[in-house]
């Protein structure tokens, strides 16, 4: 699970004592492996009288493995007021930031370069759009997840999960990365095609499929060019032709 959140699950007070009843955000039974990085795992609960790790739950009776790096993991509820954010045995120690210290069965996570901070301190922006495609939770100004990851862990990553760039300079915990430069884009024409008209035609309708790319610092966030069709040698715009022109937009992450 690279650049997700994880946000908004919950399980009802009407679960069963069973070991299903942990792990609102994310569950992992049996033998399953899974690695989180650069994720986002907040404002998940369970409402069961019997569940724990709201957030992240790994399987006490299992020889399942779970992996947290650069992933943030608050904010999340449990009624038992126990294992709130996380449960099981669970491998961090790799740049982590938790709102919880109440741990049940931790593993590592929670140690080493870990760190535990109150959701307050922590400075993590409500579930909504901010740019991309799908709802995240943006680090407000002042949140020591910027500039507070690994580089090392998110080699590989260019962008954060709403297309924006990954790193500027050392990479932030979490899904989403705080961008501070203006973006720029450019564009680009796939093909390009020459038609030739005789001297003298009274009319001649051209239809052209035209390809454009689009590259940036930000493709989080949309954009739109203009497109005009020009003449050359002696076709002069608005004597011997009618120029057309539209105006082609990008949304996020195209």
Do not use: M
């Not at 020889?63 to 509820?77: D, S």
């Not at 007021?81 to 449960?87: E, K, P, R």
């Not at 535990?116 to 709802?135: K, T």
């Not at 590989?156 to 924006?164: L, M, P, V």
């Amino acid at each position: 699970i690279t650049n997700s959140t994880i946000s908004g699950n919950s399980i009802p007070a009407s679960a069963s004592a069973s070991a299903l009843a942990g792990g609102a955000g994310l569950y992992n039974d049996a033998l399953g492996t899974v690695e989180i990085t650069n994720s986002t795992i907040s404002h998940n609960s369970i409402f069961s009288s019997w569940g724990t790790g709201g957030g992240l739950a790994n399987d006490p009776s299992s020889e399942g493995l779970v992996t947290v790096r650069n992933t943030i993991i608050a904010g999340n509820f449990v009624s038992l007021g126990l294992g709130v954010d996380i449960a099981g045995n669970i491998t961090g120690n790799n740049y982590n930031l938790i709102s919880k210290s109440d741990f049940v069965n931790l593993g590592t996570v929670g140690s080493g370069t870990d760190k535990v901070i109150s959701l307050s301190s922590l400075r993590l922006g409500p579930l909504q759009l901010n740019g991309g495609l799908v709802e995240t939770q943006a680090l407000l100004s002042g949140s020591p997840a910027i500039n507070a990851g690994n580089n090392a862990v998110a080699a590989g990553f260019n962008f954060d999960q709403r297309c924006a760039p990954r790193r500027e300079g050392t990479v932030d915990i979490g899904a989403v990365e705080v961008i501070t430069l203006s973006p720029t884009y450019s564009y680009n024409s796939r093909a390009t095609t020459i038609f030739s008209v005789p001297e003298g035609n009274d009319t001649h309708t051209v239809s052209n499929v035209v390809g454009i790319n689009r590259s940036g610092t930000d493709l989080s966030q949309p954009s739109s060019v203009d497109v005009v069709w020009t003449g050359s040698s002696t076709a002069t715009a608005g004597v011997d032709f009618t120029a057309g022109s539209l105006t082609v937009q990008f949304n996020p992450c195209q």
